[in-house]
């Protein structure tokens, strides 16, 4: 993933609202996708996953996409809760690999 | 809590000293790997073991660290002759290759927050 030192990419949404957060991955080897929601002090929470025979899937509240032509991947969160706010990773595996390699985080903050 | 541990949550050392980490992974997970997490970034992958054995290491994990899991439950993580540039977040995750198939579905401890001064 690319570094980005101390200034995340911020989005901000009102509360209700749905939120979209982007992600470009680089490997096309890659066949394995997380996004993990992460909270100030806290380590990595996995979210959903989506596998590269996808291009969508579907959780509570949750949607993951997958583009694999143009390398790309999406968590849509509908109705955005205060709870929601924090760093969202996405991140990348092939199959047979072990180690995720994480992606530019997305700071999600969620106004009343 | 059956998550996975990890102990201690902080720890502030002298540089030059050495320190080391302990994780408990969940307990049917035969993976466990750590990473290191600097402000503002994403986890970093340094080394990961299959049962006992440490089939993994990243170009990060300079002579200075080392990492055991002696009876392929624990793990621990030590660094040796610390350096400030060593200060960060040091996380672990666990997985079951069986469970998860070929795809790697990892959870991940709070970590434990490194500060050298």
């Known amino acids: 993933g690319e570094s980005v030192g101390l200034h995340l990419p911020t989005l901000s949404v009102q509360e209700g609202d749905n939120s979209i957060i982007n992600c470009a991955y680089s490997?096309?080897?890659?066949?394995?996708f997380i996004w993990y929601k992460q909270e100030s002090g806290k380590g990595p929470q996995f979210i959903i996953d989506?596998?590269?025979?996808?291009d969508k899937r579907q959780g509570q509240r949750v949607t993951v996409l997958l583009n694999k032509t143009v390398k790309h991947l999406s968590l849509q969160i509908a109705a955005t809760q205060p709870g929601d706010s924090a760093v969202y990773f996405c991140?990348?595996?092939?199959?047979?690999?072990?180690?995720?390699?994480f992606g530019t985080g997305t700071r999600l903050q969620v106004t009343l | 809590d059956t998550g996975v541990s990890q102990d201690p949550r902080h720890k502030i050392t002298k540089r030059g000293q050495n320190v080391t980490f302990r994780c408990d992974p969940i307990?049917?997970?035969?993976?466990l790997y750590w990473y290191r997490q600097t402000l503002g970034q994403g986890p970093e992958f340094l080394t990961y073991?299959?049962?006992?054995?440490?089939?993994?290491k990243s170009r990060l994990l300079s002579d200075r660290f080392s990492a055991e899991r002696p009876k392929g439950s624990f793990s621990t993580l030590e660094i040796q002759r610390t350096e400030q540039g060593d200060s960060a977040m040091y996380l672990c995750?666990?997985?079951?290759?069986?469970?998860?198939?070929?795809?790697?579905?990892?959870?991940f401890g709070p970590g434990t927050r490194l500060t050298v001064l």
């Open positions: 995750a666990s997985s079951h290759s069986q469970l998860a198939g070929a795809y790697n579905e990892q959870f």
């Open positions: 490997n096309s080897a890659s066949d394995y």
């Open positions: 989506i596998r590269s025979n996808m």
């Open positions: 991140a990348e595996n092939t199959g047979t690999a072990s180690k995720l390699t």
């Open positions: 307990s049917e997970h035969n993976r």
């Open positions: 073991f299959q049962n006992e054995a440490q089939l993994e």
